[in-house]
Nanobody, 123 residues
Framework: QVQLAESGGGSVQAGGSLRLSCAAS????????WAWFRQAPGQEREKVASINGGGSTSYPGSMKGRFFISRDSAENTVYLQMISLKPEDTAIYYC?????????????????WGQGTQVTVSS
């Protein structure tokens, strides 16, 4: 059974950094699309980063330069490094996978999801 285990969330002050991890079981990091989404209360779930089956990364304009997605094939784990965090980054962050090489923008296009990890940024 495919499982995505997230870790690394927590509370930080504005300007700080966090690194989220997503350890995958029963699905390989390579060859598939992986993404991080976030959702704040009352807001839509939005993609913050993705990496396709070949390792090419993509970021929305608002995230570019602060959030970085990477993968470790040996550990079968995807990471999200976040720097210069702002209070508006406060949300539940989800790891997601889409079977196949190509990524997609919308959360409905993803096949597997982690349980989410809370990130809280205080001013």
């Amino acid at each position: 059974q495919v499982q995505l285990a997230e870790s690394g969330g927590g509370s930080v002050q504005a300007g700080g950094s966090l690194r989220l991890s997503c350890a995958a079981s029963a699905i390989t990091i390579s060859g598939n699309c992986w993404a991080w989404f976030r959702q704040a209360p009352g807001q839509e779930r939005e993609k913050v980063a993705s990496i396709n089956g070949g390792g090419s990364t993509s970021y929305p304009g608002s995230m570019k330069g602060r959030f970085f997605i990477s993968r470790d094939s040996a550990e079968n784990t995807v990471y999200l490094q976040m720097i210069s965090l702002k209070p508006e980054d406060t949300a539940i962050y989800y790891c997601a996978a889409r079977a196949g090489w190509n990524c997609a923008r919308g959360y409905s296009s993803y096949d597997y999801w982690g349980q989410g990890t809370q990130v809280t940024v205080s001013s």
